[in-house]
């Protein structure tokens, strides 16, 4: 069994380009999350999905971040021109709505650290 | 509007110690609370929760203790060891949703 996995781990990129992450959850978990840290503050939410429908969206998230779960399962993140602001942690999540008590819990893959230079 | 606090931003212990963390929340609606441990360059691990029906909830040395009343929970590590160093993080669920306090970074020295 593996865990959340994200691709990259590392991206370093250009203001005003585009750049994509990729987030693939745990098999059976029906929800996936994703959170941006940045440095000394906790995780913030951006948005999450079940299974392939998008149902929140956080207000952090401007017009020029998309998210897609196409099929239920893997996820992408999309910023289209890149800001230095954008530096951040990206962290995907994923749970499951089968479950109750401690297993509420998100599970989080290691994250994309993102620079913007 | 920071709806979970986490006020001390370190704390420093000796190994074999007890360990407390502190977190507060103002939201009411509230009914679920995590706690989770980030070590650097990696995501958060989930480490116990409690449900806010609950005042209490034990797995191994971690312990979580939630008051309602004053709005406050608290996590126990006994004993503490070097390798629970690490940022902890409080976090609430709301609509599905994880809202994280800011973290404290706890230190367990030899």
């Known amino acids: 069994d593996t865990g959340v996995s994200q691709d990259p781990r590392h991206k370093i990129t250009k203001r005003g380009q585009n750049v994509t992450f990729r987030c693939d959850p745990i098999s059976e978990h029906n929800r996936l999350y994703w959170y941006r840290q940045t440095l000394g503050q906790g995780p913030e939410f951006l948005t999450y999905?079940?299974?392939?429908?998008?149902?929140?969206k956080s207000r952090l998230l401007s017009d020029r971040f998309s998210a897609e779960r196409p099929k239920g399962s893997f996820s992408t993140l999309e910023i289209q021109r890149t800001e230095q602001g954008d530096s951040a942690m990206y962290l995907c999540?994923?749970?499951?709505?089968?479950?109750?008590?401690?297993?509420?819990?998100?599970?989080f893959g290691p994250g994309t650290r993102l620079l913007v230079l | 509007d920071q709806q979970v606090k986490q006020n001390s931003p370190s704390l420093s212990v000796q190994e074999g110690r007890i360990s407390i963390l502190n977190c507060d929340y103002t939201n009411s609606m509230f009914d679920y609370f995590l706690w989770y441990k980030k070590y650097p360059a990696e995501g958060p691990t989930f480490l116990i929760s409690i449900s806010s029906i609950k005042d209490k909830n034990e797995d191994g040395r971690f312990t979580v203790f939630l008051n309602k009343s004053a709005k406050h929970l608290s996590l126990h590590i006994v004993p503490s060891q070097p390798g629970d160093s690490a940022v902890y993080f409080c976090?609430?669920?709301?609509?599905?949703?994880?809202?994280f306090g800011q973290g404290t970074t706890l230190q367990v020295k030899p």
């Open positions: 976090a609430a669920i709301l609509t599905g949703k994880l809202i």
């Open positions: 999540a994923s749970s499951s709505t089968m479950t109750s008590g401690s297993l509420l819990a998100q599970y």
């Open positions: 999905f079940q299974n392939e429908a998008q149902l929140e």
